[in-house]
């Protein structure tokens, strides 16, 4: 299969199929590209070469008709036919090369951008690396720090019930003795009303009385 030919304006580069503008120079353009350019100025836009002679820039049919085929060269000798052919064959070889040749500058460069990209990506990841470690160590000295805490707690939880336990004990010493003491006033409030219900009565005549009567 035949490569496709294409417009040879770089910002065109359509795929050529019924009829193109050639060049002596072996550039091919579409027809609106060719309408554009060669209107402005006779110089090629591909290789800037000058195209002053009437037959430097023609229209040609891509598909010509069988008829067109059979008359386009006949009545030429063969000798010509053989250079009108070798140039036609060196027309398309140089197509060809320029075609592989843009395709491999296009290879380059995406080439060129996917190792500038790997390398931003590359960085990347390393930023991003260096930060999940820095994060990692953070997390990690947090937890540690939780750990610790939770240590602290545990110890201010039992020490807190220790001191529960203590001012309980403290409570059940400090109501005993407080009752001690209670029972010990109500006691010597009574020994105190005893020993002045003993004296009245031994100042009195009849207590006295009453008293010798147990003695006899």
Known sequence: MDAELRCNRLTCRKTLIDKAVVTTCSHIFCVDCANELFNASRLCPACETSLTEPDDVVVCSLHPTNDYKTSVLSGLSPSLIMEICSRALSFWQYQVHQENSFQQAVIRNLNDKQAQLQKQLDNVIREANGEINLLSNKVAELERDMELE?????????????????YQKLKVASTSAWRFDILTVVLGSIRQSQAEVVTCSERSPAWAGCRRWEYV
């Open 150 to 166: 939770r240590r602290k707690v545990h110890e201010l939880q039992d020490s807190s019930r220790e001191r529960e336990k203590e």
